[in-house]
């Protein structure tokens, strides 16, 4: 075997072990980002859930003629004991978020009859360049 033979040998060796551990790295990043795209949907899932628990108490609450009076959007970042709802803010949220949170939480009501009204509870955040939204819809009835 010439000497010149075995450099070349050893160089390709090392460009293609370089490759393999170039692409395990992209891979292992890929996954860590997706890892936490996953957690970030499901915190605001439980965001949108929790929403949703308020708004069915508010109706039980308010009795069905107030329950649905109210349609359009309204910001719901906020829903501690203090807030009802016929207190809630209107509109959209804005940059306005949920207490030490990175995610808006915000309701979108829809009269269907005079006996239904659908309820659809979005949380949003910011996943890179994008806008991401999780959302949880029901449909509430008088009865």
Same mark, same amino acid.
């Given at each position: 075997m010439k000497t010149g033979q075995a450099i070349v040998e050893v160089i390709i060796a090392f460009a293609v072990a370089t490759i393999a551990i170039l692409g395990l790295v992209q891979v292992a990043t890929k996954s860590v980002a997706n890892a936490g795209a996953a957690k970030r949907a499901a915190q605001a899932t439980a965001y949108a859930m929790e929403g949703m628990e308020w708004v069915t108490g508010q109706k039980y609450t308010v009795g069905w003629a107030d329950f649905w009076g109210k349609t359009g959007t309204w910001c719901l970042n906020d829903v501690e004991a203090a807030v009802? &709802?016929?207190?809630?803010?209107?509109?959209?949220?804005? @940059?306005?978020?949920?207490?030490? %949170?990175? $995610?808006?939480?915000?309701?979108?009501?829809?009269?269907?009859?005079?006996?239904?009204?659908?309820?659809?509870?979005?949380?949003? &955040?910011?996943?890179?360049?994008?806008?991401?939204?999780? @959302?949880?819809?029901?449909?509430? %009835?008088? $009865?």
């Open positions: 009802t &709802w016929l207190s809630l803010p209107g509109g959209n949220c804005g @940059s306005d978020v949920i207490s030490g %949170t990175e $995610y808006t939480r915000y309701m979108t009501l829809a009269q269907v009859s005079s006996d239904e009204t659908d309820v659809t509870v979005s949380v949003s &955040w910011q996943e890179g360049a994008r806008t991401a939204i999780e @959302s949880q819809t029901s449909k509430f %009835t008088t $009865y």
